[in-house]
């Protein structure tokens, strides 16, 4: 059996703002009808948290839910627990029109850590990066330069950044070079 490696094995950037691999992350992707008291259920014992609102994440003692689309959640739990997780979900919601399937190996996660962070992400993505309308812990489904991304803010400043792991490495080289020192416009500083 081979180790699991993260996409970047650790790498950091420090610049105006740190970017860093975070390493790896049990992610699961979890469809259904969200408004299933069973799906709510299973959510629960699986991150700990609620069903977020809609383009909200909400973290809980064992991971958190990320809102996706009308029908989609991707929860974030231990990476050596994301096997055990779906076959749990499976069997909980057994019966109903669900699919859950565990993408950990599939994504890279990216923190982003300084003032400027919205500043950084600003700089590839269409997404309106103003306090009143990205807040904390809404998540932003979107494009970082061409490439799809998630995103959320964790406070004023940390982010996390999700992508597909075959495009990681340009994703990490696209913020680094977004966050060298000197370069933010600082319109949200």
Known sequence: MSNA???LQDA???GSVTIKDAG????ITLRGDLSSDALAKAVKTATGTAIPETGCINSGKKGAAAWMSPDELLLLVDYAQAETIVAKLD???AGTHMLASNVSDARAVFTIEGKGIRDVLAKGSPADMSAGTLGINTLRRTRLGQL????WLGSET???VICFRSVGEHVFNWLSTAAQKGSLPGHYT
Do not use: I
């Open 5 to 7: 490696v993260s996409a």
């Open 148 to 151: 799809p991304v998630a995103f």
């Open 12 to 14: 950091v950037f420090k």
């Open 91 to 93: 069997k909980a919601l």
């Open 158 to 160: 940390t982010a996390t």
């Open 24 to 27: 790896l992350q049990g992610m």
